[in-house]
């Protein structure tokens, strides 16, 4: 069975820093891995999707690499602002093509 | 064209009681999936139609969970005898045909926050 951690589970860091948040899995038997933004009381944002055949994908300020072999996963977000100030989501697809999803980190970006 | 949408995007009901939640999924996408997120946690799969059938129902916690896509569209998830334990905020969310590969981007919509008091 798939397992997705997420470490760690909260993060707090000044405005202008990078940020760097951690997804591990178990099985690398994967089809794709998702980034989600989640803000409170509101549902999932798609930031990045990367193919298993992918080793990373880049959308502005944001980064996530996939290592498949380690079953690792980092997402990126450069020069931090007060708006990234959210819950950040890793989800693995594999076979059946349900999402599982790691515990998520809290972030939060201070002025 | 709009996103997924949910209602109601809040629902208390008292213990025992049946509720029902709807999912209107982005149109044009055949596959509808529903999760369920306690507080503090990621989403749990619940269950996944292609079309009208439901193709992996593997999460549905038992049997008083139940969801319908009668036309391949707008799904409904039912609870029946709700439990405290059942609070949560179920999630919908909709992509394109699965296909091989599983390429697909999954969309989700708001969420409904069942309280069950």
């Known amino acids: 069975k798939q397992e997705v951690t997420q470490i760690p589970a909260a993060l707090s860091v000044p405005e202008g820093e990078n940020l760097v948040l951690n997804c591990s899995f178990t099985d690398s038997a994967i089809y794709n891995l998702q980034w989600f933004r989640q803000d409170p009381g509101k549902g999932l944002t798609s930031l990045l999707l990367?193919?298993?055949?992918?080793r990373e994908q880049t959308s502005g300020r944001l980064n996530a690499s996939l290592d498949k072999s380690s079953g690792r996963s980092t997402l990126y977000i450069a020069a931090s602002q007060p708006g990234d100030s959210a819950t950040y989501l890793c989800?693995?697809?594999?076979?059946?093509?349900?999402?599982?999803f790691g515990g998520g980190t809290r972030v939060l970006v201070k002025p | 064209g709009a996103g997924v949408s949910q209602t109601p995007s809040n629902k208390v009901t008292e213990k025992g009681k049946y509720v029902e939640l709807r999912c209107d999924p982005i149109s044009g996408h055949t596959a509808l999936y529903w999760y369920r997120q306690s507080l503090g946690q990621g989403p749990e799969f619940l269950i996944y139609?292609?079309?009208?059938?439901?193709?992996?129902d593997s999460g549905l916690p038992n049997d008083r969970f139940f969801a319908v896509r009668p036309e391949g569209s707008v799904s409904t998830l039912k609870i029946q005898r709700t439990e405290r334990g059942d609070s949560a905020v179920y999630l919908c969310?909709?992509?394109?045909?699965?296909?091989?590969?599983?390429?697909?981007?999954?969309?989700f919509g708001p969420g409904t926050r069942l309280t069950v008091l």
């Open positions: 969310a909709s992509s394109s045909r699965v296909t091989s590969g599983g390429a697909n981007e999954q969309f």
């Open positions: 139609f292609q079309g009208t059938g439901a193709a992996d």
């Open positions: 990367i193919q298993s055949s992918q």
């Open positions: 989800a693995l697809k594999a076979a059946g093509n349900k999402l599982t």
